[in-house]
């Protein structure tokens, strides 16, 4: 993926990670629209950002996804990057069935949005000369943290699922990265004021460093999450799992 020139849509671009990377990608020089449900907020960016563009979609609701993606390529039609940046993670306790509306609600946002996002925009991506969709999944598709299950288990879908669209569209122009963060401050969790994770400027750069050096990089991995990336294939992942269930 060229860093610059393009232009992105990022659903789920209104806080965290997905908003300080659609400003450094505009920085960058790309054209950038973001998505969130709050039309206030999305308001008050564009406002706070000259040139940044927003629309409004609930990745939850596929009927949200599709008026989305018609208004965003009236007005964008050369769109060529997709980043299926939303999602939730809460805590749930799995003693008792109370866990389950949040599980659900987990599988609609983070596993369900995403595809359905790909669904929507497949074949106008496919149609460009040169393509990208960017899913995101996180180092706790690959050792789960038990606080967060179906949180965990759907960063697992995400990263299987975006391994099968690599190989089926080898034969378009589309390139298929996976974006696998680690632990960020940001407010997924509560994760800004508690200082656990990586500095959200620091993660930011060392990720526009490695899109710059690796263009054709099937997976976007700073150092951080390596040790939970590579878990398996060093042998290290029943330390790894305990380190997590242990941490909460």
Not at 60 to 75: F, G, H, N
């Amino acid at each position: 993926m060229d860093i610059t020139g393009n232009t992105i849509f990022i659903p789920g671009a209104t806080s965290g990670i997905g908003l300080g990377l659609a400003l450094r990608l505009q920085a960058a020089g790309n054209t950038v629209i973001i998505g969130g449900r709050r039309v206030a907020l999305l308001d008050q960016l564009t406002a706070e950002h000259p040139g940044l563009h927003a629309v409004e979609v609930d990745t939850a609701d596929p009927a949200s996804i599709l008026a989305a993606r018609d208004q965003v390529l009236a007005a964008h039609p050369r769109l060529n990057v997709l980043i299926t940046m939303a999602g939730i993670m809460l805590p749930e306790d799995l003693h008792t069935p109370g866990f389950l509306e949040v599980a659900e609600r987990t599988v609609r946002t983070n596993l369900l949005g995403p595809i359905r996002l790909v669904a929507a925009f497949v074949e106008h991506l496919s149609a460009q000369p040169a393509a990208t969709i960017m899913t995101v999944s996180s180092g706790l598709a690959f050792v789960p943290l038990t606080l967060t299950p179906t949180y965990s288990a759907t960063k697992a879908g995400i990263h299987s699922f975006t391994e099968a669209l690599r190989f089926q569209l080898a034969d378009t122009p589309v390139q298929v990265i996976e974006l696998a963060p680690p632990a960020v401050q940001t407010p997924l969790m509560g994760q800004d004021e508690s200082g656990r994770g990586m500095p959200l400027d620091d993660f930011l750069t060392e990720v526009m460093g490695l899109l710059e050096s690796q263009p054709e990089a099937h997976e976007i991995l700073v150092k951080n999450v390596e040790p939970l990336r590579f878990a398996t294939e060093r042998g290290t992942y029943a330390q790894m799992f305990a380190l997590l269930s242990g941490s909460h």
